[in-house]
């Protein structure tokens, strides 16, 4: 079965950086896209982006091109998303997802991961 | 950019009751809509996608509809484990923006 697996919370000073994790298993990691979505305490849903695992090819939501980078590592099936220069706008929940085949709405979700921008 | 706007916010209603929210499109979508049932705690779960058809497992008291700009989700004979947020989400082409999202509670 899909399974999408995030990295722990993380706490994180202003204008530092942090990297995401998101290990998938059960499927060919190659084959589906990995998307990104942002959800700030009690507000709704943001997609940042998503990335081809395949060839690495990146699409970015425009809100987000300046502040997340995704990338991935095929050896691991590992997807990555890097936050840079924190503010305290940027804390909030991150999850990674990704679609069912031609379903193209997000069928698989890991469990988030809480940053939170604090000094 | 496309926005999508839902309404109501939040709702009240009772067990048994039937309950209607709505998304908007700020430009034709067609049928590529999605919609995702969050609770508290829980990342969000698929319960409708091209804008009509249930995802597997998703009890038939869900149901979707609409095209283009206008899109509806209803739930017939709402049940307590339906307490939860709504979201509509654009989906196939980017970016693929959420809803602001509906709050569903329970009398």
């Known amino acids: 079965q899909v399974n999408l697996l995030q990295s722990g919370a993380a706490l994180v000073k202003p204008g530092a950086s942090v990297k995401l994790s998101c290990k998938a298993s059960g499927y060919t990691f190659t084959d589906y896209y990995i998307h990104w979505v942002k959800q700030s305490h009690g507000k709704s849903l943001e997609w940042i982006g998503y990335?081809?695992?395949?060839?690495?090819?990146?699409n970015y939501n425009e809100k987000f091109k300046s502040k997340a980078t995704l990338t991935v590592d095929k050896s691991t099936n590992t997807a990555y998303m890097e936050l840079s220069r924190l503010t305290s706008e940027d804390s909030a929940t991150y999850y990674c997802?990704?679609?069912?085949?031609?379903?193209?709405?997000?069928?698989?979700w890991g469990q988030g991961t809480l940053v939170t921008v604090s000094s | 950019n496309i926005v999508m706007t839902q309404s109501p916010k939040s709702m009240s209603i009772s067990v048994g009751d039937r309950v209607t929210m709505n998304c908007k499109a700020s430009q034709n979508v067609g049928n590529n809509i999605a919609w995702y049932q969050q609770k508290p705690g829980q990342s969000p779960k698929l319960l409708i996608y091209y804008a009509s058809n249930r995802y597997t497992g998703v009890p038939d008291r869900f149901t979707g509809g609409g095209y283009g700009t206008d899109f509806t989700l209803t739930i017939n004979s709402v049940q307590a484990e339906d307490a939860a947020f709504y979201y509509c989400?654009?989906?196939?082409?980017?970016?693929?923006?959420f809803g602001g999202g509906t709050k569903l509670e329970l009398k």
């Open positions: 997802t990704r679609e069912k085949v031609r379903l193209w709405a997000f069928a698989y």
């Open positions: 990335i081809n695992p395949n060839s690495g090819y990146t």
């Open positions: 989400q654009r989906i196939y082409n980017s970016p693929r923006t």
